[in-house]
Structure formats: structure tokens, C-alpha cells
């Protein structure tokens, strides 16, 4: 939450005004510019750390793929033998 202080006297001119307005400003532009700042080094962290659990994951996806394919043909194969020999599978 921002705080914004009141003067510690009122502004008699017109100057003073500006000049108060234009403190205010500018604080507010530097606090929204530095929360901006945060924000995006927060962002980009998450978007790192996104990036490596989809690598780690399609890589678990491809190995698991890997690993079914083998163990598919593998439990094929002699069914593939028997219907080539003219057996009849059970």
C-alpha cells in the first residue's frame, strides 16, 4: 500500500504546488517502476523454472515410450512366430 504524507506547510504558489504535484509524481512513478521490476525477475524465474519440468517431463515421456515399444514388440514377437509358422494362437 503507498502512503502519501501531506505537506508540512500548504503551498501558497502556484510554483510550490507544481513542485508538490511533481514529487508525488514522480514517487509514485518510481514505486510502480521497481514493483514493476520484481514482478518480471519473478516472472522470468517461474518461466525457467516451467521450462525445466517440461524438459524433464517429455524426456520421462519419450524414455516411457521407449520402454513400452520394446516391451510390446518383445511380447509380440512369438505370437508373430506362431501366426507365420500357421499355428493357431490360444
Not at 502556484?14 to 508525488?24: C, G, L, Q, V
Not at 514522480?26 to 525457467?48: K, M, P, S
Amino acid at each position: 500500500m503507498l502512503d502519501v504524507h501531506p505537506p508540512e506547510h500548504p503551498a501558497h504558489t502556484w510554483r510550490d504546488f507544481i513542485i508538490h504535484i511533481a514529487t508525488i509524481a514522480v514517487g509514485l512513478l518510481i514505486a510502480i517502476g521497481l514493483e514493476q521490476t520484481v514482478e518480471a525477475i519473478h516472472r522470468a524465474h517461474e518461466r525457467r523454472d516451467l521450462r525445466e519440468s517440461l524438459r524433464r517431463e517429455s524426456e520421462q515421456i519419450v524414455s516411457d515410450a521407449g520402454a513400452y515399444r520394446a516391451v510390446r514388440h518383445r511380447l509380440s514377437t512369438p505370437i508373430h512366430r506362431r501366426s507365420a509358422a500357421g499355428l493357431r494362437c490360444r
